[in-house]
Each structure stands twice: as structure tokens, then as C-alpha cells.
């Protein structure tokens, strides 16, 4: 469990003294077991405690560690107070915690608890604050979904794709703007301003007395502009429960590339099946209420299916979103990628494809991609959008 908590909020008037707020904190987090030595909780303090209790106190390995114990012993006795629902509970933290604290105990509560409630319950999903962590927990869960409960946990699906959308789409738009060049430009767009020229050119109109200067003609760079031919951009997306967050930012990635010139996005979801959702690719809140994570995975099969797409090999851009832990076949999965680069297709494997780009895979397989000519390894969407903005410069772009 994580130590850092939020200050201690102050107590009102007449309220008991509250202990040292250094002391107050490791009580909070190690619950009543440490109370003989730092002394009662009073207040918000008290109420903070039972908010921690309610959820850290089910951890059976944390109670072993006489950490968080105490007061869920005493539920187990009967004599403790009774347990909130989770309505409760999400209204109490809502209260009483800061915004990174809320989100940091539901990360907890969906995904080291797995308290489905979370996310199956429309009165807990009227409150809860929408994250990419119940994002990820309702594409887990939507099998287990009522209609109704379906339609309440779409608002989260639909807020947190608008939130990333908004993020990512400037990213991948700008990575298709084209380079900067020695040129000046008469535009004067800011992310293309021309510090140094700017100084240079200004420096008569330096005022020694006030140590500034006057900028009467402010420079800027301008810009290569990519002449595009036809592209293709090819994602095959694991859609097995680890690569979650990989396929929320690849559905969001391939809806903001859809409408670049020159470029044609296909978007392929698999596991032991192989799903075309390039139709759906412009409405990604869609798309992903018809993603089923989870079950068996046949790289090799998807990768098959993605090769048969390829219209100009030397003009493809074949994107493998996975943790490579192959239920199909090693070799014919390694046969097609081999293929694929002998022809002159560019081959990319990922193992994540999210803003964290912190990867758990096959290192075993992934090698053996890479020695196939498959470059491996992690990105976030906005270095995904460089390399094939890169890629289609060096074939299409005047330089």
C-alpha cells in the first residue's frame, strides 16, 4: 500500500486535539494497531481512517504484516461498525481525499481488489470518477453488464475517449505538420518561433536601464511540407486482459490517424479470433464497447490476416500490439513477420502502445521477432505517430 497520504485536513472548532500530523499519517496508514503509539484519531482523521479501513482492511497479506489491522478484526467480531456499500465508500473518499488520492484508491479497489461493484453497479457509476484505471475495469467487466448498467458505464468510456482524443490528437497531428527548416516563414505561429534569430535581429533595441529588449520583429522557421503518396498503416491489437490500456490507445491512435492524407489505417483486434474494426475506426467509444478482452491468443493468425491487407509492400506500415505470449504458432508467427520485411513492409512490434509505454512481455519470442526484422519494443501513441510520419517522409517527402 502506498505511505503517501494527503495532509491531515484541520479539525473545527472544539473538536478533540489532534495528534502530531506526522504521527497522524503513519496511523493512517497502519491503521488501529499502531494507535497505542500515536494516539487516537478524532474528526476527518478518524473518518479518512475508516475510508482506508473499508478497502486496505480486506488485504489478508497486510494483516499477516500487522499493517491496516484492527478494525476490520473487530467487523469480523461484530463489534466494529457496520460495512458501507460502496456507494458509501466512494462518496466518503470523494469527501475526504484530493483528487490523486480518489483516483489512487479506486485504481485500488478495481484493480488489486477486483470490487466489480465498481463498475457493475449504476448507482456506483453515477458517482465514480471516470479514469483510464474503470475505463480499463468496464472493458474487463462488460460481459457481466445488464443493459442498463451498460448504458450507465458508457459515460465513462465515452469521457475517457474524449479526455485522450483532446491529448493525443494535437500529438499525432503535429508529426504530419512536416520539419522545421532553416527558411524564415512570415507565419507567425508560435511553436515555430525563431528565438535566436529574434535576439540577433533585435538587439539595437536593447534599454540597458531596464534590462530588456524591445522586440519590434519577432522571427520565425518554416516549415518542410510532405509531399504524401498512398501509405498503409496496418494495427493488430492483442486484445487479451493485460493489453488493455494498449487497446483503448490504440483505438484512440487510429481514430486521430484516420483522416490524415496519403495515409489509409486499418485497425485489426485478435485473440483467437481475428476482428476487423476498421469500419468502426472513426468512432472509437463504439469500437471499444465491441472489444472483448481476455481468452486464448494466435498472434501468428492475426499477423497473417494483417499480411493479406498489404496493398505496396515498400508502402506498409505493419503495427503488432502485443505481449507476445503466443497461444498459436512460434513459427508460422515468425515465418509471416520474416516474410513481411523480405518484401520490403516495415514491421513494428510493440509491446505496449499507451502514455505509460512500460511493457510486460516475451522477451523469448520478441527476440526472435526482432532477429526476423521486426524492430520490438514500447510507445506512447505520439512516438507511434512520429515513426510513421517518419517513414512516410522518407518515401514521399521532397527533400
Keep these: 500500500m502506498n505511505s503517501t497520504l494527503p495532509e491531515p485536513a484541520p479539525e473545527p472548532s472544539g473538536a478533540p486535539s489532534a495528534p502530531d500530523p506526522g504521527l497522524e499519517r503513519w496511523r493512517l496508514v497502519l491503521g488501529a494497531a499502531a494507535e497505542r503509539c500515536t494516539g487516537p484519531l478524532h474528526g476527518a482523521a478518524a473518518a479518512r481512517d475508516a475510508a482506508l479501513?473499508?478497502?486496505?482492511?480486506?488485504?489478508?497479506?497486510?494483516?499477516?504484516?500487522?499493517?491496516?489491522?484492527?478494525?476490520?478484526?473487530?467487523?469480523?467480531?461484530?463489534?466494529?461498525?457496520?460495512?458501507?456499500?460502496?456507494?458509501?465508500?466512494?462518496?466518503?473518499?470523494?469527501?475526504?481525499?484530493?483528487?490523486?488520492?480518489?483516483?489512487?484508491?479506486?485504481?485500488?479497489?478495481?484493480?488489486?481488489?477486483?470490487?466489480?461493484?465498481?463498475?457493475?453497479?449504476?448507482?456506483?457509476?453515477?458517482?465514480?470518477?471516470?479514469?483510464?484505471?474503470?475505463?480499463?475495469?468496464?472493458?474487463?467487466?462488460?460481459?457481466?453488464?445488464?443493459?442498463?448498467?451498460?448504458?450507465?458505464?458508457?459515460?465513462?468510456?465515452?469521457?475517457?475517449?474524449?479526455?485522450?482524443?483532446?491529448?493525443?490528437?494535437?500529438?499525432?497531428r503535429r508529426a504530419f505538420t512536416g520539419s522545421r527548416s532553416r527558411r524564415p516563414s512570415r507565419l507567425p505561429i508560435a511553436r515555430d518561433f525563431d528565438f535566436r534569430a529574434t535576439i540577433r535581429a533585435n538587439l539595437a533595441h536593447y534599454q540597458p536601464e531596464e534590462r530588456r529588449i524591445l522586440i519590434e520583429r519577432p522571427h520565425f522557421h518554416s516549415r518542410t511540407r510532405r509531399h504524401l503518396e498512398q501509405w498503409q498503416l496496418v494495427l493488430l491489437v492483442d486484445q487479451s486482459g493485460s493489453m488493455a490500456g494498449s487497446v483503448i490507445h490504440s483505438a484512440v491512435t487510429a481514430a486521430c490517424l484516420w483522416s490524415l492524407p496519403g495515409l489509409k489505417t486499418h485497425l485489426?483486434?485478435?485473440?483467437?479470433?481475428?476482428?476487423?474494426?476498421?469500419?468502426?475506426?472513426?468512432?472509437?467509444?463504439?469500437?471499444?464497447?465491441?472489444?472483448?478482452?481476455?481468452?486464448?491468443?494466435?498472434?501468428?493468425?492475426?499477423?497473417?490476416?494483417?499480411?493479406?491487407?498489404?496493398?505496396?509492400?515498400?508502402?506498409?506500415?505493419?503495427?503488432?500490439?502485443?505481449?507476445?505470449?503466443?497461444?498459436?504458432?512460434?513459427?508460422?508467427?515468425?515465418?509471416?513477420?520474416?516474410?513481411?520485411?523480405?518484401?520490403?513492409?516495415?514491421?513494428?512490434?510493440?509491446?505496449?502502445?499507451?502514455?505509460?509505454?512500460?511493457?510486460?512481455?516475451?522477451?523469448?519470442?520478441?527476440?526472435?521477432?526482432?532477429?526476423a526484422g521486426a524492430p520490438v519494443g514500447a510507445m506512447t501513441p505520439g512516438a507511434l505517430a512520429e515513426f510513421v510520419a517518419e517513414h512516410i517522409g522518407r518515401g514521399g517527402q521532397a527533400r
Excluded at 109 to 128: K, N, S, W
Excluded at 294 to 302: K, L, P
Design 268 to 371: 485489426v483486434a485478435f485473440d483467437t479470433a481475428v476482428v476487423d474494426l476498421t469500419s468502426d475506426v472513426t468512432d472509437p467509444v463504439e469500437l471499444l464497447m465491441r472489444v472483448q478482452l481476455g481468452g486464448g491468443t494466435d498472434i501468428a493468425r492475426a499477423v497473417d490476416y494483417g499480411a493479406s491487407l498489404v496493398e505496396n509492400p515498400r508502402r506498409a506500415i505493419v503495427a503488432l500490439v502485443s505481449d507476445f505470449y503466443e497461444g498459436g504458432d512460434p513459427y508460422r508467427l515468425v515465418r509471416t513477420v520474416r516474410h513481411l520485411v523480405e518484401q520490403g513492409t516495415t514491421v513494428l512490434c510493440l509491446a505496449a502502445l499507451d502514455e505509460a509505454a512500460d511493457p510486460v512481455y516475451d522477451r523469448a519470442l520478441a527476440g526472435r521477432l526482432a532477429e
Design 53 to 172: 479501513e473499508w478497502l486496505y482492511g480486506r488485504d489478508d497479506d497486510l494483516r499477516r504484516r500487522g499493517v491496516r489491522r484492527g478494525t476490520a478484526d473487530s467487523r469480523e467480531a461484530g463489534t466494529g461498525p457496520s460495512r458501507p456499500t460502496a456507494v458509501d465508500w466512494l462518496d466518503d473518499i470523494h469527501r475526504l481525499f484530493p483528487k490523486t488520492t480518489v483516483e489512487r484508491l479506486e485504481r485500488d479497489a478495481v484493480e488489486r481488489y477486483q470490487i466489480h461493484e465498481i463498475v457493475t453497479d449504476p448507482d456506483v457509476l453515477a458517482r465514480v470518477e471516470p479514469s483510464q484505471t474503470l475505463l480499463r475495469a468496464v472493458l474487463r467487466t462488460k460481459h457481466l453488464m445488464n443493459p442498463e448498467v451498460l448504458a450507465a458505464a458508457r459515460r465513462i468510456v465515452e469521457t475517457v475517449v474524449r479526455q485522450l482524443m483532446e491529448r493525443l490528437r494535437p500529438q499525432v
